[in-house]
């Protein structure tokens, strides 16, 4: 699994601390931590290869809401329709580090200002109100690493999905990637617990409350 988490920041002053070069990931050893946010509904991408936008802005809304502990709404169509330069394709596909990229140069408007419009498919500029962007990223390697940055924050990751991970009702999900398996889908790590001595991991998929625990693994 490849890991990247973006500390975002909106217009008056930064969000919870993520890991980076500045802020140091949590050495204290926990037993489980949870960055569940009821109130926050799982979105659903469709039929529509969008994991990369919508786990994107997922990642933006989380971290907005533990710094302002409001519920934002940003808008997953200004991503989907601007970002063609730094190399999505909107509604075909995309990566999170094009994401990124475009959060970097631009900053995401509120859905209110920019709304969804599957059909229009092109940048509306004229409705952009720049509200939250991109400062810093990290790309994190190991278990160890990963597990100090899940005890200050959310981790966004690339994962492998398998037949099984679709069909998912419930329970711990245990798979490996096969040799040269390509990562094909996008999340966000919300958190991990201990279960019969083992660690797993929760995550916040993208393919509505019917998948999986209410949208959740």
Request: proline share 3%.
């Amino acid at each position: 699994m490849s890991k990247e988490m973006a500390k975002v920041y909106d217009n008056k002053a930064m969000v919870p601390p993520v890991c980076n070069d500045f802020i140091k990931c949590a050495n204290v050893p926990v037993s489980q931590v949870d960055w569940t946010i009821t109130s926050m509904k799982i979105k659903d991408q469709g039929n529509h290869n969008i994991c990369y936008a919508v786990a994107f802005i997922d990642a933006m809304e989380i971290s907005a809401y533990y710094d302002c502990e409001k519920i934002v709404r940003l808008s997953i169509e200004q991503l989907l329709d601007c970002s063609t330069a730094q190399g999505n394709r909107g509604l075909d596909g995309g990566c999170f580090s094009c994401s990124i990229a475009y959060g970097y140069e631009k900053s995401i408007s509120n859905i209110s200002y920019y709304p969804e419009d599957r059909d229009t498919r092109k940048c509306r500029r004229e409705l952009i109100e720049p509200i939250y962007r991109v400062k810093d990223v990290l790309t994190i390697n190991g278990k160890e690493k990963l597990l100090q940055c899940l005890s200050v924050a959310p981790v966004s990751a690339a994962i492998y999905v398998t037949q099984e991970f679709k069909d998912y009702l419930g329970g711990i999900l245990s798979y490996g990637c096969p040799k040269g398996a390509k990562l094909n889908h996008y999340v966000n790590i919300i958190g991990f617990k201990i279960i019969g001595g083992k660690r797993v991991y929760l995550i916040r998929n993208t393919w509505g409350e019917a998948w999986g625990l209410g949208g959740y693994a």
